[in-house]
């Protein structure tokens, strides 16, 4: 199958990124690395939109065909790769695992959003810094909750081998540094993401991406 990521650095394009490189790891599957500059805004080219009407990443082509959306680009992964075993097999743990998948995409991800892209959210400057004031606060408040749900794995989120949850986790915990959150404050999180990062694939990810936990600064 011919594989191409269409991907963003530090963007949750990480999660399909570091799968593929699971995949290639575990199958020998290769993949084609598209780099999309979304500073100079090539994600909203003709082309581009022809691929992904919503004008962002990650795209994952497979055989000339475009897929959207990181769970169905995952579902569509393991399906295709369960030798990998980026999901648990078992179908009530791997629909238990699709559903901490989509919380983290529609519920964590999108609390950031409003942080990053607050104008996108309220209009009049005091609206905004009300939305980024209480989705600063929220989005603490759902780490935390991840760390609760990791304070377990051992050493990733699933056991022996790297999930997407890890490589999610990862770019949500990156985000905080961005958002105001100390990593630091976050021990447990860290501790496991400590782990996380050593993994080969996630490893390999963060070097194309040349990206690094290292988003918060300090006033
Ligand atoms: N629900 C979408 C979220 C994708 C998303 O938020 N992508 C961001 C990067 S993390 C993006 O491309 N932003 C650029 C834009 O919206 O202009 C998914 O699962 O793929």
């Given at each position: 199958?011919?594989?191409?990521?269409?991907?963003?650095?530090?963007?949750?394009?990480?999660?399909?990124?570091?799968?593929?490189?699971?995949?290639?790891?575990?199958?020998?599957?290769?993949?084609?690395?598209?780099?999309?500059?979304?500073?100079?805004?090539?994600h909203?080219?003709?082309?581009?939109?022809?691929?992904?009407?919503?004008?962002?990443?990650p795209?994952?082509?497979?055989?000339?065909?475009?897929?959207?959306?990181?769970?169905?680009?995952?579902?569509?992964?393991?399906?295709?790769?369960?030798?990998?075993?980026?999901?648990?097999?078992?179908?009530?743990?791997?629909?238990?695992?699709l559903?901490?998948?989509?919380?983290?995409?529609?519920?964590?991800h999108?609390?950031?959003?409003?942080?990053?892209?607050?104008?996108?959210?309220?209009?009049?400057?005091p609206?905004?810094?009300?939305?980024?004031?209480?989705?600063?606060?929220?989005?603490?408040?759902?780490?935390?909750?991840?760390?609760?749900?990791?304070?377990?794995?051992?050493?990733?989120?699933?056991?022996?081998?790297?999930?997407?949850?890890?490589?999610?986790?990862?770019?949500?915990?990156?985000?905080?540094?961005?958002?105001?959150?100390?990593?630091?404050?976050?021990?447990?999180?860290?501790?496991?993401?400590?782990?996380?990062?050593?993994?080969?694939?996630?490893?390999?990810?963060?070097?194309?991406?040349?990206?690094?936990?290292?988003?918060?600064?300090?006033?």
């Amino acid at each position: 199958m011919k594989l191409e990521l269409y991907f963003a650095p530090g963007a949750c394009s990480f999660v399909p990124h570091v799968a593929l490189e699971a995949i290639q790891a575990a199958t020998g599957q290769a993949f084609e690395q598209k780099l999309v500059k979304l500073h100079k805004g090539e994600h909203k080219t003709p082309e581009y939109l022809a691929m992904n009407p919503n004008g962002q990443v990650p795209v994952l082509v497979a055989d000339g065909k475009p897929l959207t959306q990181i769970v169905a680009i995952c579902e569509f992964l393991d399906r295709c790769f369960p030798k990998a075993s980026l999901l648990p097999a078992e179908p009530w743990a791997r629909t238990q695992a699709l559903s901490q998948l989509a919380w983290l995409n529609n519920t964590v991800h999108p609390t950031f959003t409003r942080v990053f892209r607050t104008s996108e959210f309220a209009e009049s400057e005091p609206a905004q810094a009300d939305v980024k004031k209480t989705a600063q606060a929220r989005y603490r408040r759902l780490l935390e909750r991840i760390q609760d749900w990791t304070a377990t794995a051992s050493p990733y989120w699933f056991g022996e081998r790297i999930a997407f949850h890890d490589a999610y986790a990862f770019t949500l915990l990156r985000w905080g540094g961005i958002a105001g959150i100390d990593p630091k404050s976050l021990p447990g999180y860290l501790a496991y993401m400590e782990r996380v990062m050593a993994a080969p694939p996630v490893a390999a990810a963060l070097e194309r991406e040349r990206i690094k936990l290292d988003t918060y600064k300090t006033a």
